[in-house]
């Protein structure tokens, strides 16, 4: 196994005790023997053997209906029907346990919790009917403002790809086949679907050694250590074609060892079938798909498509349904509830492991019970608090069912102490009143409002299609005779009727732009409002305003990003409705203060910002000023800046921890449980550092649709570390209760194998039980011009006081080598290695240099 660490006790078979480990009943359908005529019907042989077996004794017109996503006609050879369900997190199907976000799965380092984590999704897919698993998502994280970061694994391909496998070898205990998704440069959700339709999807110019050492390293390392059968490809452009209709990309994947199939993602994925299954896409379309062009016979009647590439579809698909199960696992009727005491235990853990303590001054965490008589809880710490991201990858998450960081903390606390609630902040919601006319004035025209001028294209440009005063800004559709694309401006003044902070809030389909004051105070890209299910996206800002004093505003809107109907809705909260000063109140009259802050993110949108959303800076500052003793948990999809940082005593980071939030959360405040969890993404210290800031559009977002990865293969710490910039928190990072303490590394380096075996102890000297990640990071010698370190090995420790534990390292060649572009190769180059060990990439207490060559 690639540069795995060598874990003793590694499962590779968790037995868990789910709906999916039933034994065959009445609704089985019956599996036929294997004979002489049909020997690919016998389990003992090889999965490619029996696909060969299998390819041979079809006709034709067989191969062509598999081909086109048809199993009817292959139904008496035992083929079953492929039956697909999202997502990532858990399946997207009401009766199925909310897990917590697989970068929370990410953050616990922890194959065992990898391995488990799938298993429990694939018996609940099989369970539901479906034995294709869409998941799980394996895109790096590029820039921490990705709305769908929440449902990767982070910005290490090591990392990501170890993850991955380990969830990929749990889907086949369930005889699912796991999906790798999205292959690959899928790093933002601004511009990947080309909108509005008919345009391209955003083009990443990336290098070749990028692609490999980077994007295309966790796919291929999943498929190395997990027996990946299925891979999706994604929207975007990759040096200016398709990704699914990428040659170079799908021949990269397929030559890595690669032999299951390739489908493309929904609707916008593939723009020319019969390019994209020349290039290697092997399913059409995920079935259902409205948009994406058919696949017609005629491609392989007329020999536009060849006999030997027909085979090469059909075999994949074969030897994927043979390899993971699903061949000889007919999956059942779909059940109502196919939870599990055992998965949502399973949940628990996950996101007891997951959670990362960043900060933890003067010992504030855990929390004594006896010490504690009063503990405020305050911020969306109710059913308000984000449980899941949006999109494909969002769970339904059942009120009945789900604990929230309230009624955890609470039960935890128990009954002599006593808890007092406040609200503090809507946190990341669409505010509840539309700014209303009487305070607004438009900049020319009569009646009360903001002027809105229209332009029936999305470039706010031309010649207007209408112009009016609108009384507020609240629209659900364009209005007559404009559209169906189009944009606006609405232009006035607004007038305070009291001083203090208000909020504001966007809530829209398209692309948006609030100023105030002259200044940008909120945008953001938005697909919908509410992308599939999950948590609404408004865009938020905030601003101390005089009562009485007008200030400008200025609103911008164009429809070309919306996929489901454009809208728009203008909504404040004055200060008067503020929640900060009864939260205030409420940490004033108790021993500590906990807050609940979070912000709302996934599929079809990108954060704009790395600050909290709308006031909850501000509550946290408050707070921290009222009681010393204030905790911070954040529950966000990725990293957020933290101006407040100095005054509170301990910070939380939460991710989106699934159904089991409140009792994940308490366990781990109080101390039933160590917090496990390390960061698999940097936290910048602001929003101009990292590889793609801000001051550099051509990065990120892209300008005019082409998006240059101008920093190679300096991706997250990378980057870091090679420009040296300092990070809020680098990556690995996190804190445990227990102190650690590594030393006695020593390498060996093994010619006749090609590998390198690295041991080191790892010693608990603290007085209690705790965990720590032993992390291995290479330096390579500078011919290589690599990044300065590179995670190549970790390992989850958990010890009592005074304990030791060796844990050990495998680097094979693949982990040494670099991408060299001119010989189009991986090369490990001759020269002088060290090796680092330690708790993070910024904290490493020992190393040792070995010589290759």
Known sequence: MIGEAIVTWRIRRLALVSVALLTCTVWCVPIAAASPEQPWRDPNQPPGQRADELLAAMTFDQKVAVALGDFGPVASLGVPPLTWTDGPNGVRAPGTTAFPSAQTLASTFDRHLAHAYGAAIAAEAHAKGFNLWFGPATDIARTPLAGRQPENLGEDPFLAGETAGEEVLGAKDGHVIATLKH????????????????????NDIVSRRALQEIYEAPFKHAVRTGGADAAMCSYNRINGLQACQSPSALSDLKGSGFDGFVVPDFIFAVRDQLAATLAGSDLPSIPGDPVTPPRTADMFTSGQVSMARLDDIVRRILFAMFDSGAFDNPVPPPADDVSSPEHVQLATRVSEAGMVLLKNDRRALPLTSPELGSIAV?????????????????VPVDPTDSVT?????????????????????????????????????PSAGSGP???????????????????????????????????????????????????????????????ARLFVDGKLIASGYREATQFVAGPTYPVQGAVNLTAGKPVSISIEYTSKAQLFGAQIHFAWQAPSTSGIAAAVDAAR???????????AQGEGMDRSTLALPGDQDQLITAVSQANHRTIVVLNTG?????????????????????????????????????????????????????????????????????????????????????????PL??????????????????????????????????????????????QAYLASPKSADEPPLQLKGYQKVALDPGDSAIVTFRLASDDLAYFDESLNRPVVADGTYKLFVGSSSRDLDDHVSFDLG
């Open 183 to 202: 292959y690959v440069g899928n790093n933002q959700e601004f511009g990947r679907l080309g909108l509005p339709i008919g345009s391209p999807g955003v």
């Open 378 to 394: 305050i911020g969306p710490a109710g059913s308000d608090a984000v449980f899941v991201t949006g999109g494909s990858a969002s």
């Open 405 to 441: 960081p309230l009624a955890g903390i609470t039960a935890r606390a128990g009954p002599d102490t006593k808890i007092n609630v406040a609200q503090g902040t809507l946190g990341d919601v669409p505010l509840p009143t539309i700014v209303p006319s009487d305070v607004l004035t």
């Open 449 to 511: 409002g903001l002027l809105g001028t229209y332009w029936n294209n999305g470039e706010l440009t031309g010649t207007p299609a209408l112009t009016r005063v609108d009384p507020t800004v609240d629209l659900s559709a364009a209005p007559a005779g404009v559209g169906p694309l189009w944009s606006a401006r609405w232009t006035g003044t607004l007038t305070p009727p009291e001083s203090g902070l208000y909020r504001f809030s966007l809530t829209q389909a398209g692309i």
């Open 589 to 599: 009259k108790s021993d500590v203060a906990i807050v609940v802050v979070n912000g």
């Open 638 to 726: 990725g990293p957020v800046l933290m101006p407040w940082l100095p005054r509170v005593e301990a910070v939380l980071q939460a991710w989106y921890p699934g159904q089991q939030f409140g009792s994940a959360l308490a366990a781990v405040l109080f101390g039933d449980s160590d917090p496990g969890g390390r960061l698999p993404v940097t936290f910048p210290a602001t929003e101009e550092q990292g590889p793609a800031p801000p001051t550099q559009p051509e990065r990120y977002p892209g300008v005019n649709g082409d998006e240059r990865y101008d920093e190679g293969i300096f991706v997250g710490y990378r980057w870091y570390d090679q420009f040296h910039q300092q």
């Open 729 to 774: 928190f680098p990556f690995g990072y996190g804190l445990s209760y227990a102190d650690f303490r590594f030393s006695d590394l020593q390498v060996n380096v093994d010619r006749e194998r090609d590998t390198v075996v690295a041991s080191a102890r790892v010693t608990n000297t603290s007085d209690r039980r705790g965990s720590t990640v032993a």
